[in-house]
């Protein structure tokens, strides 16, 4: 039987749209595929922005939810504990047991904030220093070299700052 008798004998059985209605019946079939597609894309995208808005909803939840100051360096400590006596550590269990209540004894979270606030002060005056030291070079005019490696200086001295005010403001 040949190609056409087949196809013939298929589209008289067939009781949908007219053949002429299929001349270009693979772009009809493609244009179908494509809507598909796009609705398919289209429900996905919009279930992906809904998850990531949902992310963006609880994460403040959960990060406020973690514990800060004393209370994490406890079960920061605590957790190490647990550690070394699963693995039979004795001392490091002892150093972590005195480092827990030496904790326990003097950690309070005024101390905590005057530390982070030494670290920022301290992160602060590095960065002038080497801003000073930047202007510097550049006023007496030194080599490029020497200028950029202080520009390195300067921008590693910030990146510092910025980690410090990071690590005072949890």
């Known amino acids: 039987m040949s190609a056409a008798k087949l196809r013939d004998g298929l589209l008289r059985t067939y009781s949908g749209p007219r053949v002429a209605d299929y001349k270009c019946s693979g772009i009809a079939a493609k244009r179908t595929t ?3 597609h796009s609705t398919i894309v289209r429900s996905l ?3 992906s922005i809904k998850a990531f808005l949902l992310g963006i909803a609880i994460y403040p939840m959960l990060c406020s939810a973690q514990t800060s100051g004393c209370d994490a360096k406890r079960s920061s400590i605590e957790r190490e504990i647990a550690y070394a006596q699963a693995h039979g550590n004795a001392k490091r269990i002892d150093g972590l ?3 827990l209540a030496q904790m326990n004894a003097n950690c309070t979270d005024a101390v905590l ?3 982070a606030q030494r670290k920022v002060t301290a992160a602060e005056r590095k960065l002038s220093e080497r801003q000073h030291d930047l202007q510097e070079a550049k006023a007496n005019g030194k080599s490029a070299k020497k200028i ?3 520009q390195r200086k300067v921008d590693e001295a910030h990146a510092e700052l910025e980690r410090v005010l990071v690590e005072a403001s949890q």
Do not use: C, F, I, L
């Open 113 to 115: 904030r005057s530390d």
């Open 148 to 150: 950029a490696e202080r």
């Open 97 to 99: 047991e005195t480092a």
């Open 34 to 36: 494509n809507e598909q």
């Open 45 to 47: 995208m919009n279930t």
